[in-house]
T-cell receptor
């Protein structure tokens, strides 16, 4: 069975500092990987997704993620965060067993402080 | 602009009552999903539909039902509300159903069962 583990439930960081949000997945088949962001009192929106090809994926708002098959990881990074990046971030995997069903991690709350 | 809406945004009900949460999308998407979001669990799939008259159970379907009579709507019914169903509910839709498809989320419904 597929699963997604987000290694940090909360990540506090100061404005303009770099940040990495960690995500590991388990799957015995090829996967598609997603990062979604949830701003306060809103639904989720897609940040980026990995389908195939280059292991470095660029998304919206300056975020990027690197797919590492050997370490089964898909960590999200941003070189310089803003207050407006304060949100909850979810990693998700989609693979086999019924198309377009997403398995989500528990989420990481990013808190950016001035 | 196409969108996905949910109503009501907030609902308080009593144990044992039947509750229906509405989801309406104007994307003309074939696929629709219902998730619940609970602290520490991320989003978990309740039910999903790949088209009119098609419905399928997700990982946490007990106590919930859906029906799909048209493309735009997928209402979620709690047959007899329980306190364990207090949660935030998100509806989502996607167009093609492929593994790489992006899901678009509604703003959520916060349900409290007393």
């Amino acid at each position: 069975a597929q699963s997604v583990t987000q290694l940090d439930s909360q990540v506090p960081v100061f404005e303009e500092a770099p940040v990495e949000l960690r995500c590991n997945y388990s799957s015995s088949v090829s996967v598609y990987l997603f990062w979604y962001v949830q701003y306060p009192n809103q639904g989720l929106q897609l940040l980026l997704k990995y389908l195939s090809g280059s292991t470095l994926v660029k998304g919206i708002n300056g975020f990027e993620a690197e797919f590492n098959k050997s370490q089964t990881s898909f960590h999200l990074r941003k070189p310089s965060v803003h207050i407006s990046d304060t949100a909850e971030y979810f990693c998700a995997v989609s693979s086999g067993g019924g198309y377009n069903k997403l398995i989500f991690g528990a989420g990481t709350r990013l808190a950016v402080h001035p | 602009d196409a969108e996905i809406t949910q109503s009501p945004r907030h609902k308080i009900t009593e144990t044992g009552r039947q509750v229906t949460l509405a989801c309406h999308q104007t994307w003309n998407h074939n696929n629709m999903f219902w998730y619940r979001q609970d602290l520490g669990h991320g989003l978990r799939l309740i039910h999903y539909s790949y088209g009119v008259q098609d419905t399928n159970k997700g990982e946490v379907s007990d106590g919930y039902s859906v029906s799909r009579s048209n493309t735009e709507d997928l209402p979620l019914t709690l047959e007899s509300a329980a306190s364990s169903q207090t949660s935030v509910y998100f509806c989502a839709s996607s167009s093609q159903g492929g593994l790489a498809d992006t899901q678009y989320f509604g703003p959520g419904t916060r349900l409290t069962v007393l």
